[in-house]
């Protein structure tokens, strides 16, 4: 067996499901596509939680 190697902590999983319970099903589900969407060789990974308000466009 080979040791997990998810490169996000959380792991995907993990972040779906408090997306979820934090933002509601369509947010959830837009915040867990898109952090799905980064598991890809051209993204460091690393901490990634949830953000605790749904980000805003404004910068």
Same mark, same amino acid.
């Given at each position: 067996?080979?040791?997990?190697?998810c490169?996000?902590?959380?792991?995907?999983?993990?972040?779906?499901?408090?997306? &979820?319970?934090?933002?509601?099903?369509?947010? #959830?589900?837009?915040?867990? @596509?898109?952090?799905? &969407?980064?598991?890809?060789?051209?993204h460091? #990974?690393?901490?990634?939680? @949830?953000?605790?308000?749904?980000?805003?466009?404004?910068?």
């Amino acid at each position: 067996m080979t040791p997990p190697s998810c490169r996000f902590h959380p792991t995907c999983s993990s972040y779906g499901l408090e997306a &979820l319970q934090k933002h509601g099903a369509i947010k #959830g589900l837009i915040l867990t @596509v898109i952090r799905i &969407l980064k598991c890809q060789p051209f993204h460091a #990974g690393g901490f990634d939680p @949830v953000p605790e308000k749904w980000p805003s466009r404004k910068k």
